[in-house]
């Protein structure tokens, strides 16, 4: 079984930055595409950004694109994501995911349904 833990999210001004981390807690997922996705109260689950198992390839949401980047660490068991120029939309509990289905995220990577485990989530508020 692989256990993701989100960590990094807190309260932050429109405009400012956070940083939020997602730890496996087995080497195996070095191996696993990951996705990032945020659900706000009354909203779907909304697709941010995935990467690619080796870091080749990253695809973002329409509405972080410019101001997110995703990133991962190996050898820590780690990705990341970088949110600069925050706005109040981007309020949300962000939670991380993992899929060895390659064919699958290949076909579609934005899908819920394509990822196999998830982290509990980590709050991000933007507020003035």
């Known amino acids: 079984q692989v256990q993701l833990v989100e960590s990094g999210g807190g309260v932050v001004r429109p405009g400012g930055s956070l940083r939020l981390s997602c730890t496996a807690s087995?080497?195996?997922?070095?191996?696993?595409?990951m996705g990032w996705f945020r659900q706000a109260p009354g909203n779907e689950r909304e697709f941010v950004a995935s990467?690619?198992?080796?870091?080749?390839?990253?695809w973002y949401g329409d509405s972080v694109k410019g101001r997110f980047t995703a990133s991962r660490d190996n050898a820590k068991n780690t990705v990341y994501l970088q949110m600069n120029n925050l706005k109040p939309e981007d309020t949300a509990v962000y939670s991380c995911?993992?899929?060895?289905?390659?064919?699958?995220?290949?076909?579609?990577?934005?899908?819920?349904?394509?990822?196999?485990?998830w982290g509990q989530g980590t709050q991000v508020t933007v507020s003035s």
């Open positions: 990467i690619h198992w080796d870091g080749s390839n990253i």
């Open positions: 087995t080497p195996s997922i070095r191996t696993y595409a």
């Open positions: 995911a993992a899929t060895g289905r390659r064919s699958a995220w290949y076909s579609d990577r934005t899908s819920t349904s394509v990822y196999d485990y």
